[in-house]
């Protein structure tokens, strides 16, 4: 146990073992409240935004479409899809390939708005103010009683809902109770561990009813007794916010909200379960294993907004920071919106920057070409500048052992970055190649620069080519 | 409309780079810094051995780091390889061996020694990172085999005109003579070039903890074991009979031994608990040595046995992920899930 972790126990703070603690660099958009991006003049929805079968174009070009029309049918033939909508009323383009902030490639639908002076009108002259729309306003609580847990359940899915955290699971999926493995209680995740992201923060302070009440409908969908919901403590606003949201709720504690030591990658689920709970989830199984589902404070809210308002799943908060960004911001931006467009409505790219990153600084991707539009997962941007990325020289595994003492899942990076460089993956399985997250503490802290997590990437890629 | 027009070009006039994650990178990670560090916590070391044993100690440090960075070079040169010589390795592995040489050794057998601790030590084995063994160590046994007489012949600090002397272990050992704790730990005693002053050692080692350069597991567990062993020889033989554990610590090579010898990061195991077995491992055989054995000193043969069992440290001390083993027979897929 490091001194950091010590404090935090003597503390109170929830915990888990080994990680490490980047500068959080939060101060840079933490106190900026959420803008709205006005409508762009076009955006590009892929149909591909979550984990599973991509979605199916239903309108043929030309047709028209407003905010929240669906786009993209799920795949009915596929386990696991999603539905994807329109985030700007105009007329539909034909498909186009396009790339994803995460690397991969997608069908997409363009769209291309309607003249300006259709999209703004006297009343709101800036456009809808979709931040109230959405997330505004008053919360009744008795509201959610009316549903049941099957109209939940559909309204999620009728709105497309996925992971807002970045793995992209489809919600309805998760909010559907196993017989053989019912779940107990709903962790609700607010860590944002990545350095520089602020748009989950942003969400709890602004928008602390809509996110508890999304966990009510969450939890009466699941069927679970207990919520928690976990929040980092460099996060004071939104622990308070979120307190005085549930204290409103009067369910005898059985909703709490638990403060967790601001440490990377608090937010992976495999650390936080431990952290709150003290349970382990096996490695290749899921957290409904030990009888918890969790869920992104940022779905939640989705979810309260999608089953009491209706909307679906066509915007969503995005912070644009870094040092690399003139002004940074959080935004409400409709999904697949360039990313160029979030960059210019942020007062465009300082002139020492030097990498554009669709996510935080640790997992995120870097991205060349900022037409890649914004999807549902991609919680922030991360511009850094040549003095943030400053590297040492690459030289060979000195075999420190620092990159086991931070691996948070417990695994011996360097041997697995060993085995994938020789082409033995048998060798890299046993040592658990597969359990890996990319986290990325591992290659954060190698004093030989070596990296590791894209050795460990492409043996897992490797691994499930040979699988299937 | 093209989409790919939704990208204005004059709003961004900076060249974007593509790389992997992470793209920070934690401060002072970088093995040259690490190395640097070592070389800072040497300093006091250096300054106690030029204190004590004068030109001797400086010839000794000059020649070994000339013969090894050369070999280096050379080395290097001849594999068509890069020089490696920017990480400042290979100056660790020559201050060190010149601090565990007696300070009258003939220069042309601390010459070959160096030769030889980085020629087969380090770059036979393919280099930085590559060694089982401490390559310092190396040179060291290879000497003690070739040059067993000049190896075992010791000078009074302190003086212009040597004179030979017993080190405190070899008194200890063979004449039953303890020399006072306090003359060891400000070092004013025989011994080799660097291993005299506790205090001084002490507070490079240190320096090398604090900057997390070495592990502390492996100096506390060397001195640990050392410590263990001393104070079981001081219950079996009686206090007047044996030195006690302090004067265990405190004489010949431990602290040497325990601060920047066993830390090193290469020769020793990856995992926490391995490098406790480790260390803890090589005090015991230290103490073996120097009680049972025919040397009045052990450290360097404990560390090379040490060296010698990581490989089987490692595996058995082979991390459990957190949520154990990968279930091999359930045929799923282990989710791939990133924090939030
Ligand atoms: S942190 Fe880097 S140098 Fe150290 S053991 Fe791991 S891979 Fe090797
Ligand atoms: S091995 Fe995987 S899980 Fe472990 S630190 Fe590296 S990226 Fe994270």
Known sequence: ?468 | MDPSNVESGEHFPTALETAAGPHLLAPGASTRRMMLDVLIGLVPVLAAALWYFRLAAAAQLLVALAVALATEWVICRLRGRASSLSDASVCITALLLACSLPPQLPLAATALGSFVAVALGKMAFGGLGQNLFNPAMVGRAFLMICFPASMTQWTEPLTVHATTQATPLAAARFAGEFIELPRLLVGNVAGCVGETSAILITLGGLWLIVRRAADWRLTAGMLAGVVVVAVVEEVVRGADQSLGWARHVSAGAVLLGAFFIVTDPVTSPLSKSGRWLFGILVGLLTMIIRLLAGYPEGVMFAVLVGNAVTPLLNRWTTPVPVGGHTRRAAGRKPADTGPG
């Open chain 1, 1 to 468: 146990m490091s001194i950091a972790d010590c404090l935090a126990w003597l503390r109170g703070e929830a915990s888990f073992a080994r990680g490490v603690h980047p500068p959080t660099r939060k101060s840079l958009a933490a106190d900026q409240p959420i803008e709205i991006l006005p409508p762009p003049a076009m955006v590009t929805v892929p149909l591909q935004q979550h984990a599973g079968a991509a979605a199916r174009a239903i309108c043929p070009p030309r047709s028209r479409v407003e905010v929240g029309s669906l786009i993209g049918q799920e795949d009915e033939s596929a386990a696991v899809s999603a539905r994807v909508h329109a985030s700007l009323a105009g007329r539909v383009q034909p498909l186009v390939g396009v790339t994803l902030p995460n690397g991969r490639h997608s069908l997409a639908v363009p769209i291309a708005g309607d003249e300006v002076h259709s999209r703004t009108n006297a009343a709101e002259p800036q456009g809808i103010d979709w931040f109230a729309r959405l997330y505004g306003g008053s919360w009744h609580v008795e509201d959610q009683q009316r549903y049941f847990p099957r109209d939940i359940r559909a309204a999620v899915q009728q709105a497309g809902i996925v992971g807002l955290g970045g793995a992209g699971f489809p919600t309805h999926l998760k909010l559907l109770p196993q017989a053989t493995r019912p779940a107990h209680t709903l962790l609700l995740n607010g860590c944002e561990c990545e350095p520089y992201l602020t748009a989950d923060q942003r969400l709890m302070v602004e928008a602390p009813a809509a996110v508890v009440t999304g966990l009510l409908l969450a939890q009466k969908a699941i069927g679970c007794e207990r919520a928690v919901i976990a929040v980092e403590e460099n996060k004071p606003e939104a622990i308070a916010a979120l307190r005085g949201a549930v204290e409103q709720l009067d369910d005898q504690g059985r909703t709490t909200v638990r403060v967790c030591q601001t440490k990377y990658p608090m937010g992976g689920e495999r650390q936080l379960i431990p952290a709150v709970f003290g349970l382990e989830v096996p490695t290749g199984g899921y957290p409904l294993d030990v009888g918890i589902v969790v869920l992104n404070v940022a779905t939640a809210a989705a979810i309260a907004s999608a089953v009491l308002r209706g909307h679906k799943l066509t915007h969503r908060v995005v912070s644009i920071s870094g040092e690399g960004i003139r002004e940074p911001k959080n935004l409400l931006a409709p999904i697949g919106t360039a990313l160029s467009e979030l960059i210019a409505a942020c007062g465009g790219l300082a002139d020492d920057a030097c990498r554009v990153i669709a996510g935080g600084p640790m997992m995120g991707f870097a991205v060349t070409d900022l037409s890649v539009p914004l999807t549902k997962g991609t919680g922030g941007i991360t511009v850094l500048t040549r003095r943030q990325l400053a590297a040492s020289e690459q030289t060979a595994c000195i075999r420190c052992g620092r990159c086991l003492d931070v691996c948070p899942l417990g695994l011996a990076p360097t041997r697995i970055a060993h085995a994938v460089r020789h082409g033995q993956l048998e060798l890299a399985d046993q040592y658990d190649m597969m359990a890996c997250c990319d986290c990325g503490c591992c290659a954060y802290v190698c004093p030989a620069q070596i990296p590791l997590v894209q050795y460990i990437r492409q043996g897992k890629a490797q691994r499930l080519r040979r699988t299937d």
